[in-house]
């Protein structure tokens, strides 16, 4: 082949363009670092010291997704790596990028900006603003919302709450705007998707509340499922009892509003809307509490959580929480109270005969009880008495209920039949493990729920618990399961509740020994003063007064060295998260020296105990 020089000019200078755009693609490829020279400004070099891009900022940050944050002057940009500027505005502030946006200030006093990241309550006095202004970005640098607004929320969120004007709006991660800035505070959204709203309230610091103006709810959507036109809104708190987890009959509807939301001559509603704290625990089960109050001038609403309209306001009236999908409601009429359950799933109300001492309790597994006058009754679903005469009845629990009739005891189950014979002189409170223990004259035994007798007769009895029962006879006590066959022989002073049939607690002498139900023999020849049951393989025990915990075959993982029980449940807390096997003396004073809350409420004058220093 024949090449002339003007051929041969035109690959030399076609070569020479391929080597730069290699030594260029070399050079973006290597991963760019800020670096700092000795003037204090920074610049961009890749990984074999090419210096791209020159030192000329204040602060720098590492590239990211072909993006870094450069700061000169207490302004802030943008840059891509040629070094070129991707925003068009300079920013006091600019956040971390998510889902493709990030946050960025404008004006102001501050360098890192102030976002109001608090949860419960948000509102325009716990603003921390120092007059930038806030909007978002994406990685071109186009300014998809503009800054204009005073505060921002967690871009993580599904709607953002934003603050312009002393006013409360919600965007979305996208920048557009879902609620208009409308609200003087705001809650922070549940994991239901729900969230209050307030117009015209008071904010009281102290206490961290917000009280008058109208309240409403909206969900993560931005939909008004109440609108902001209500006295007070909420969810309901379930009160369970604290042994059995069973629903309490008077279960608590308390606002703020119910001390003055009924006429002081009807004492009775009250009573059903107060709590007893001292027999029950709170708990809000999202997965249950799919439904709203709201209340105006003493009267209350409902809603579902879709905003649908279950209950209108309707003066003097109390609504009381959802139990096995059925509300109780209760209202004035006529100088009377009159009482209806509303069927959520059905639609229709069920009403009740009205009496100024008539009660009536929530529903569990299909039936309530209710009294009225006298009488003591349990109804189904739509009203119908199911079985009366009754004189006591205990919680449901398993689906059934123990109850009185008279001086003699039973239980009937879900559809009020009676599965036990109401004959028997006293019973236990609860059926547990399908299995109720009754006495008969001056005998206890258990009998099952078609009413036979499955065990032998004793002088004392304890409820089954997770197939065990402890049983006493000539006050020696032992231990049975559900078949009646002995687990721990009848020659303890006392059985512990059974959790695992190898390692039960009996006493003897005023001592608990660790006991093996199925090898039928004493674990550990060691007698404790006090002891726990195990849960991860460790046991609290006292031994000379004072606490340590054990593994199941008796290894001593912290020593007995501490006055109180409390202080073994932080070292293992401790141990659990650390995974540790065991702590020394030494390691178990700092753990509990540390976690301690009393530990650092003591004056500059205190005489420290030596518990509480970190040793």
């Known amino acids: 082949m024949i090449l002339n020089k003007e051929n041969m000019r035109n690959k030399k200078v076609i070569l020479i363009l391929c080597l730069l755009v290699l030594v260029s693609s070399s050079v973006q490829a290597q991963r760019l670092k800020a670096v700092q020279n000795e003037k204090g400004r920074y610049g961009f070099m890749t990984e074999d010291g090419t210096v791209v891009i020159k030192y000329k900022y204040d602060e720098a940050t590492p590239f990211k997704d072909g993006i870094a944050k450069i700061g000169k ?5 943008l840059i891509n790596e040629d070094g070129e500027i991707i925003t068009k505005r300079k920013y006091t502030y600019i956040g971390e990028f998510y889902n493709g946006v990030c946050p960025v200030a404008e004006g102001g006093n501050t360098k890192k900006g102030v976002m109001l990241t608090t949860g419960g309550l948000i509102g325009n006095k716990a603003s921390s603003n120092t007059g930038e202004k806030w909007g978002l970005i994406d990685k071109t640098g186009k300014e998809i919302l503009k800054t204009d607004y005073e ?6 969120k599904k709607l953002i709450y934003v603050l312009k004007g002393k006013k409360f709006g919600f965007i979305d991660s996208a920048g557009n705007i879902i609620v208009k800035p409308t609200y003087n505070f705001i809650g922070s959204f549940n994991d239901q998707g729900i969230c209050w709203v307030n117009i015209g309230g008071k904010y009281d610091k102290k206490n961290n509340m917000v009280s008058k103006g109208k309240f409403g709810l909206i969900n993560e959507n931005g939909r008004e499922i ?3 036109k209500y006295e007070d809104v909420g969810n309901f708190p ?4 604290k042994k059995t987890g069973a629903l309490l009959d008077e279960a608590a509807f308390y606002t703020k509003a119910d001390q003055s939301a009924f006429p002081a001559t009807k004492q009775e509603i009250q009573s059903l809307l107060l709590p007893k704290p001292h027999a029950a625990e709170s708990q809000l089960p999202s997965s249950r509490v799919d439904y709203f109050y709201f209340i105006n001038k003493k009267s209350q609403g409902l809603v579902d959580i879709h905003g649908n309209t279950i209950i209108p306001l309707t003066a003097n009236q109390a609504i009381l929480p959802p139990s096995d999908n059925m509300l109780r409601l209760a209202k004035v009429e006529k100088k009377q109270i009159a009482k209806a359950y509303y069927d959520l799933d059905a639609e229709v109300m069920v009403r009740i005969p009205s009496s100024e001492k008539g009660k009536f309790g929530a529903f569990s597994h299909n039936l309530a009880p209710v009294s009225l006058d006298d009488e003591l009754y349990f109804i189904d679903k739509k009203g119908n008495k199911v079985i009366g005469g009754l004189s006591k009845a205990f919680l449901s629990h398993e689906g059934y209920r123990v109850v009185q009739k008279g001086s003699a005891f039973g239980a009937i189950d879900s559809t009020g039949a009676v599965v036990i014979p109401i004959e028997y002189t006293n019973s236990l409170t609860s059926v547990n493990n399908g299995r109720l ?4 004259n001056a005998s206890w035994f258990y009998v099952d729920m078609k009413g036979q007798i499955v065990s032998d007769k004793y002088d004392r009895i304890g409820n089954f618990h997770q197939g065990y029962a402890s049983v006493c006879l000539n006050k020696l006590w032992g231990a049975i399961d559900l078949q009646n066959r002995v687990v721990v022989p ?4 006392g059985v512990a509740p059974i959790v695992d049939p190898q390692l039960i607690w009996v006493k003897k002498d005023n001592l608990y020994y660790l006991y093996d139900g199925v090898q039928k023999s004493v674990r550990l020849k060691q007698g404790f003063a006090n002891a726990s049951n195990f ?6 025990v006292m031994s000379d007064g004072k606490w340590g915990i054990i593994d199941p075959d008796g290894k001593v993982l912290v020593p007995c060295l501490f006055e109180k029980e409390e202080d073994m449940v932080l070292a293992k807390q401790y141990m659990l998260a650390e995974d540790k096997k065991n702590l020394t003396e030494v390691e178990a004073l700092r753990v509990i020296a540390r976690f301690d809350p009393d530990t650092n409420m003591f004056k500059i004058t205190s005489v420290i105990p030596d518990k509480h220093w970190d040793y």
């Open 73 to 77: 002057d207490g302004k802030y940009s």
């Open 151 to 156: 505060a921002m929320g967690d871009l993580n």
């Open 226 to 228: 109440i609108p902001a």
């Open 238 to 241: 379930i009160l369970r009892d």
């Open 437 to 440: 223990g009754v006495q008969k």
């Open 490 to 493: 009848l020659e303890w002073q």
């Open 535 to 540: 849960d991860n393989e460790m046991a609290y």
